[in-house]
C-alpha cells in the first residue's frame, strides 16, 4: 500500500502497476466514489415532471432540466478533463467536487427555473471528478488487465447512474425534489473529505502548458481514429439511452399512472444492465471489442422495437418496457466500457485529453438526446419517441459496418 500512495507520474504509476496488483481497497473506493459522483447527473431524469411544474417549466422545455446537465459535464470534460494531464489528480479531484458540492446546495434553495437550470450547468461542470479518476484507475492497472480494472471501476460508475433514477423517485416520493439534492450535497462533502486523505497522489509531468493542451484536443481528434470511432459509437447509444430515461418517467406517468414510487421501481430494474460492464472489460481483454460492439447495437435498438411495437397500457406491455430497459442498459453500458479500454490502449501521456474527448462527444449525444426526448414525447407521443431510438443505433451500426477488423 506504501509503494502505491507514492505512485508520482506516468512511469511511477506504470512501475506500481507491474510489480503489484492494484490494491482491491483503490479499485473499490474509486468504483464508489464514481457512482456517487456521476449519479448527480441522473437524479432530474425521473424527475422532469415535478421539477418542471414546481419551476413553471413547459412540457417542451423539460428536457432542457437534464440537457443542460449533461451540457456542464461536455464542458467540463474538455476544459477541466485535460488537467488531469498537467495537474495532481487528487487536488483537481477535490477541487471539482467542491463545486458540485455548492451546485447542488444551490439547486436545493433554487426558487425558480433559471437559479435550477444555472445549478444544473454546474452540477454537471463539477461531476467531471468522476472522468478523471477512471483514467487515474488505469493509470494504476497492469496492461494485461485494464480491462477488468476499468471495467470494475466503470461498474461502480453505471451502478450509480442506474440506482439515481430509483433513488431519485423513491426520496421525492417520500420529501419532494428537493430533498435528493440535499441528500447528495452532504454525501459528496464527505466524500470529497474522505478522497482527499487517502488516494494516493499521481503528478503528472506536464508537456505543455494549457494553452497547448487544450489546442492539442483538436489534433488528437483528427489523428486518432480510433477514439473518433468510439466516441461516435457510444454518443449513438447514449443518444438513445437519454432519449429513453427522459422520457419513460412521462410515460410512466401518463399511461401506466405509475406514482414516484412505482417509476423508483421501474428504473431499478434497469440496474441489471450494469452487469454487462465488468463482463465486458474481461471480454475485451481476450479480443472480443468489435462483435460485441455491434451486440450493443442490436441491443438498444430491439429494446426501442419492443417498446413501439407493444404500446398498450396492459402490465404485458410494461413488463416488456421493463425488459427494454433492461436490454438498453446492457448496451449503453457494455459498449462504453469496451470504448474507453480501447481508448485507454492508445498511450499514457495523452489519457486525460483523450478520455476527456470521448467523454465529451458521447455526452454530447447524450444532450441532443435529452433534448429531442423532450419535443419528440411533447409532439408525437411515445410512437415518435421511440421511432426515434430505433432510427439513432440502426445508423451507427450501419457505420459500424465499416469498421475494419483491425481497427
Known amino acids: ?98 463545486v458540485v458540492v455548492a451546485a447542488l446546495v444551490a439547486a436545493t434553495l433554487a426558487p425558480n427555473a433559471g437559479l435550477f437550470l444555472g445549478a444544473s450547468l454546474f452540477i454537471g ?49 417520500l420529501w419532494g425534489w428537493h430533498a435528493i439534492y440535499a441528500i447528495s450535497a452532504v454525501i459528496i462533502a464527505l466524500l470529497t473529505l474522505l478522497l482527499s486523505r487517502v488516494l494516493p497522489q499521481r503528478q503528472p509531468v506536464p508537456a505543455m502548458n494549457y494553452g497547448g493542451l487544450i489546442r492539442s484536443l483538436g489534433t488528437l481528434l483528427m489523428n486518432t481514429p480510433v477514439l473518433r470511432r468510439r466516441a461516435i459509437y457510444q454518443a449513438s447509444l447514449f443518444g438513445t439511452f437519454s432519449l429513453f430515461w427522459t422520457t419513460v418517467s412521462l410515460r410512466l406517468a401518463d399511461t401506466y399512472h ?27 481483454d481476450k479480443g472480443r471489442t468489435r462483435p460485441l ?25 410494461l413488463g416488456l418496457l421493463v425488459a427494454a430497459a433492461i436490454l438498453l442498459d446492457m448496451g449503453v453500458s457494455g459498449n462504453l466500457v469496451l470504448g474507453q479500454r480501447a481508448i485507454y490502449s492508445l498511450g499514457n501521456e495523452a489519457r486525460g485529453r483523450l478520455n476527456g474527448l470521448f467523454m465529451a462527444i458521447f455526452f454530447i449525444g447524450g444532450a441532443i438526446g435529452s433534448s429531442v426526448g423532450g419535443w419528440a414525447y411533447a409532439y408525437g407521443g411515445w410512437e415518435l419517441t421511440s421511432l426515434i431510438g430505433i432510427a439513432v443505433p440502426a445508423l451507427a451500426f450501419v457505420y459500424y459496418l465499416t469498421e475494419k477488423k483491425q481497427a
Not at 430494474?269 to 474481461?282: F, L
Request: with cysteine; net charge positive.
Open 293 to 317: 460492439t455491434g451486440l450493443a447495437f442490436l441491443l438498444a435498438g430491439g429494446a426501442f422495437l419492443i417498446a413501439y411495437l407493444f404500446r398498450s397500457d396492459s402490465a404485458v406491455t
Open 125 to 173: 461542470l463539477g461531476s467531471v471528478a468522476a472522468q478523471i479518476l477512471v483514467p487515474y484507475a488505469s493509470f494504476l492497472a497492469a496492461e494485461e488487465h485494464r480491462g477488468r480494472v476499468v471495467g470494475n471501476v466503470m461498474s461502480g460508475l453505471l451502478l450509480g447512474i442506474m440506482f439515481a433514477r430509483p433513488l431519485a423517485s423513491f426520496v421525492s416520493g
Open 258 to 284: 405509475l406514482s414516484q414510487q412505482g417509476i423508483a421501481l421501474f428504473a431499478l430494474a434497469g440496474v441489471a444492465g450494469a452487469v454487462a460492464s465488468p463482463i465486458a472489460g474481461r471480454l475485451a
Open 1 to 98: 500500500m506504501e509503494q502505491v500512495s507514492q505512485i508520482n507520474g506516468v512511469t511511477g504509476a506504470k512501475k506500481a502497476a507491474e510489480s503489484a496488483a492494484m490494491p482491491g481497497w483503490i479499485t473499490f473506493l474509486l468504483a464508489a466514489s464514481c457512482g456517487l459522483i456521476v449519479a448527480n447527473l441522473y437524479y432530474a431524469q425521473t424527475l422532469v415532471g415535478p421539477i418542471a411544474a414546481a419551476t413553471h417549466l413547459s412540457s417542451g422545455a423539460a428536457g432542457l432540466i437534464v440537457t443542460l446537465t449533461q451540457i456542464g459535464y461536455v464542458i467540463g470534460l474538455l476544459f477541466v478533463v485535460p488537467l488531469s494531464d498537467i495537474i495532481e489528480n487528487r487536488r483537481l479531484t477535490v477541487i471539482s467536487l467542491l
